[in-house]
């Protein structure tokens, strides 16, 4: 089957759209342009489907090379035959190719290959085909008798030829597959405690769940328990039942040399296919719960990236301590910062008068309208006393509490130098959590998507992968959003979909030294951005008050003439491309005939309604359309909750088996994925995700392991 065929069954696409989508791919477009702007070549996948699309239409390219590679190594050493060349032909997966290449395999040094150098493998053929005619097995092993050759009893010959014959069972591509299948539906991975010491792993201490059933984080846990010493695993299975079953495939009728080939297939199993096979089904457990955490790690990202901007707001950031005191730094509505300074609100100075007067100072001279809080260490007491001043002062000052994640990685880090050279490390730390309100998104690039903090286990991925799944939803979020060129940081330009980190600053540079682009047009001027990168980028790019009002839209330049055809033909000019202006055209084309004005514009319907979308409202943010950061103006402890008592909270992370929420009390609750609500669920995900502002109520509070139980279920919105 050829792989554009098998890439539109496995995705349920029409094969004229696989076929597209692997054309595009392999021109090397991107996946955010393809998904944006080549939306009827492919059926409108989205980004995820593509990025899904990509990685499987690189295993299945790879598993083409490397069925290359065994065809011609078998063909090499004279032992390709027609069965084999359809065995290698029909192999699914890089797992079912190796096992048929594996007889052919150059292996280190084995007891089998010692007893065929030994002249023993006519003596194995002898007893592998049964023949009820060879009445003495014995006495044609004692013919094979050789000092020279190292066989110097019967008993040798006979083992040395089941270890031939073993081997040659472990090879056989067909058993292999019908026993991985067996291990996969029927085999329970178990653990043991390694160690009487108490640990987080205790729930592992005597665990078994069914191979086929056991669920990803529960793998990264048991995982993590055996690395780290805590636990003994393997996977548990009936082994008298697998013996009968590989008797079955490898007896003939009773026979002298019956008990041989039993022997030498209980000893295949227990010594080769068993200890190969759990291998195999560990990995295949580790690799499913990684893909699962990656997922996670995205799907928790993505929100979090997006969330709405609080925008035009003067923000007081405040990046809590003890000790070395909290730093604070004042930002205007664009991200300047307006002022610095260090306060002691918190143990062990408790300078709580001083602070008050440094802050209200502050928020008096600047205008400061919200306080935004790191989440990191003393940030309860912090929170205290931000609550405890807003309720002394006239103005009207709210705060919020923002996971300050990987800040302290982006303030030592030589971007940060570079943008605030005269700041030590810990006020640039403010300047983060102050801008991460104010822009979300434009922050957070900034920083390494695994400082980030969402997710599971991040610790526990592969670094390759997890940071090509991360950088792939950073990509996307920005170019969902569009990036305006003209106040773009180098970090933020680089996640646009066709330009690196050298055209990223030279876009920067040319904007230093030319002025402000006014036209998209001016981006093919810069150093390196070639005809193929400006395809790319381009429409993610926009440009407010320029020449062309096309170029602060989604709109792609190659559109600009059809989306022109659409304003003519409803009587409009590029003029009217301003905000509420063009309200009523999409009820115009509805009325027209959208696959008529599609037509008469000369594109197909997804672009069409694309172009008409970014008409009607030009300069759009899609995080506009999402529910705003819950501030707040006075707090709780987690002594103040109550079982029964009803709060608000915002969504902090998604996981496997539930999420977490903050309710304002510092220490995140958890909602059970059984408690979230009334219909059957198989992952919260369904339902929830980070930044979502939920109503939950409290079930239980355990003050002292600081855990706190909540409820979405019947509670009154």
């Keep these: 089957?050829?792989?554009?065929?098998?890439?539109?069954?496995?995705?349920?696409?029409?094969?004229?759209?696989?076929?597209?989508?692997?054309?595009?791919?392999?021109?090397?477009?991107?996946?955010?342009?393809?998904?944006?702007?080549?939306?009827?070549?492919?059926?409108?996948?989205?980004?995820?489907?593509?990025?899904?699309?990509?990685?499987?239409?690189?295993?299945?390219?790879?598993?083409?090379?490397?069925?290359?590679?065994?065809?011609?190594?078998?063909?090499?050493?004279?032992?390709?035959?027609?069965?084999?060349?359809?065995?290698?032909?029909?192999?699914?997966?890089?797992?079912?190719?190796?096992?048929?290449?594996?007889?052919?395999?150059?292996?280190?040094?084995?007891?089998?290959?010692?007893?065929?150098?030994?002249?023993?493998?006519?003596?194995?053929?002898?007893?592998?085909?049964?023949?009820?005619?060879?009445?003495?097995?014995?006495?044609?092993?004692?013919?094979?008798?050789?000092?020279?050759?190292?066989?110097?009893?019967?008993?040798?010959?006979?083992?040395?030829?089941?270890?031939?014959?073993?081997?040659?069972?472990?090879?056989?591509?067909?058993?292999?597959?019908?026993?991985?299948?067996?291990?996969?539906?029927?085999?329970?991975?178990?653990?043991?405690?390694?160690?009487?010491?108490?640990?987080?792993?205790?729930?592992?201490?005597?665990?078994?769940?069914?191979?086929?059933?056991?669920?990803?984080?529960?793998?990264?846990?048991?995982?993590?328990?055996?690395?780290?010493?805590?636990?003994?695993?393997?996977?548990?299975?009936?082994?008298?039942?697998?013996?009968?079953?590989?008797?079955?495939?490898?007896?003939?009728?009773?026979?002298?040399?019956?008990?041989?080939?039993?022997?030498?297939?209980?000893?295949?199993?227990?010594?080769?296919?068993?200890?190969?096979?759990?291998?195999?089904?560990?990995?295949?457990?580790?690799?499913?719960?990684?893909?699962?955490?990656?997922?996670?790690?995205?799907?928790?990202?993505?929100?979090?990236?997006?969330?709405?901007?609080?925008?035009?707001?003067?923000?007081?950031?405040?990046?809590?301590?003890?000790?070395?005191?909290?730093?604070?730094?004042?930002?205007?509505?664009?991200?300047?910062?307006?002022?610095?300074?260090?306060?002691?609100?918190?143990?062990?100075?408790?300078?709580?008068?001083?602070?008050?007067?440094?802050?209200?100072?502050?928020?008096?001279?600047?205008?400061?309208?919200?306080i935004s809080i790191g989440n990191g260490t003393a940030s309860k007491e912090t929170e205290v006393f931000a609550a405890n001043l807003i309720a002394k002062i006239p103005e009207k000052v709210s705060y919020i509490v923002v996971n300050e994640a990987g800040a302290s990685v982006y303030s030592a880090s030589p971007l940060a130098a570079k943008e605030f050279p005269d700041f030590d490390v810990s006020l640039r730390s403010a300047v983060s959590i102050a801008r991460r309100l104010q822009d979300p998104l434009a922050e957070l690039v900034k920083i390494d998507p695994k400082s980030i903090g969402v997710g599971q286990y991040q610790h526990d991925m592969p670094p390759k992968q997890l940071d090509e799944t991360l950088a792939g939803v950073v990509e996307d979020c920005v170019n969902n959003v569009g990036v305006d060129v003209n106040t773009a940081s180098p970090s933020l330009l680089s996640c646009v979909a066709g330009l690196s980190a050298a055209t990223a600053k030279n876009i920067c540079l040319y904007r230093e030294e030319n002025g402000a682009f006014t036209a998209r047009t001016q981006l093919k001027k810069v150093p390196k951005l070639g005809p193929r990168a400006f395809e790319q980028c381009a429409g993610f790019l926009r440009i407010a008050g320029g020449k062309h009002a096309l170029d602060n839209t989604g709109v792609h330049p190659e559109s600009y003439e059809a989306a022109g055809r659409l304003l003519a033909l409803f009587g409009y000019t590029q003029k009217d491309i301003r905000p509420g202006k063009l309200a009523e055209l999409g009820q115009q084309v509805k009325a027209f005939g959208e696959s008529r004005a599609a037509a008469e514009c000369g594109v197909g319907m997804p672009t069409l309604m694309d172009i008409l979308a970014e008409l009607q409202r030009p300069g759009r943010d899609i995080r506009e359309d999402l529910p705003a950061p819950l501030l707040r103006e006075d707090l709780m402890d987690i002594k103040d909750l109550t079982p029964g008592m009803v709060c608000a909270g915002t969504v902090r992370n998604v996981i496997d088996f539930g999420v977490f929420v903050d309710i304002g009390v510092h220490q995140d609750g958890l909602v059970h994925i059984s408690r979230i609500t009334n219909r059957f669920i198989k992952h919260p995900s369904e339902v929830l995700q980070v930044g979502d502002v939920v109503k939950v109520k409290v079930l239980e509070v355990d003050v002292g392991k600081k855990r706190i139980s909540l409820s979405m279920k019947d509670v009154e919105g």
């Design 1 to 370: 089957m050829q792989m554009e065929q098998i890439l539109s069954n496995e995705f349920n696409l029409a094969p004229p759209h696989a076929e597209n989508i692997v054309r595009l791919i392999k021109e090397g477009n991107t996946i955010p342009f393809i998904a944006r702007y080549r939306k009827e070549l492919t059926g409108s996948c989205d980004d995820q489907v593509l990025r899904e699309f990509a990685d499987r239409l690189a295993y299945l390219e790879n598993l083409e090379k490397r069925r290359g590679e065994v065809g011609a190594a078998i063909a090499e050493q004279g032992k390709m035959t027609d069965e084999l060349a359809l065995a290698v032909a029909g192999a699914a997966t890089l797992a079912e190719l190796e096992d048929v290449y594996r007889p052919f395999k150059q292996k280190r040094k084995t007891r089998a290959s010692v007893a065929k150098e030994a002249g023993l493998e006519p003596l194995a053929k002898l007893i592998f085909g049964q023949n009820p005619a060879e009445k003495d097995i014995p006495a044609r092993a004692a013919e094979l008798i050789s000092e020279e050759k190292g066989i110097l009893t019967v008993e040798g010959a006979l083992q040395g030829a089941m270890d031939i014959i073993a081997e040659q069972l472990s090879d056989d591509a067909e058993l292999r597959r019908v026993l991985r299948e067996y291990v996969q539906k029927t085999g329970v991975l178990a653990a043991k405690a390694a160690k009487e010491e108490d640990s987080v792993f205790r729930l592992y201490y005597d665990f078994s769940e069914a191979v086929s059933k056991i669920p990803s984080h529960r793998i990264l846990a048991i995982n993590r328990g055996e690395k780290e010493e805590f636990l003994k695993v393997g996977v548990e299975l009936e082994h008298e039942k697998i013996l009968t079953a590989i008797e079955r495939r490898v007896l003939k009728q009773p026979c002298p040399a019956t008990e041989y080939v039993r022997a030498a297939a209980a000893d295949a199993w227990k010594r080769l296919i068993f200890p190969s096979l759990e291998r195999e089904t560990r990995a295949a457990l580790t690799e499913k719960a990684t893909e699962q955490a990656i997922r996670m790690f995205g799907l928790n990202l993505k929100p979090l990236l997006l969330q709405p901007p609080v925008r035009g707001k003067v923000v007081l950031g405040l990046d809590p301590a003890y000790r070395t005191g909290c730093k604070t730094a004042v930002v205007d509505p664009t991200g300047k910062v307006l002022a610095t300074a260090v306060i002691y609100p918190t143990p062990p100075h408790n300078k709580i008068e001083e602070a008050e007067k440094t802050v209200r100072s502050l928020i008096a001279r600047h205008g400061v309208e919200v």
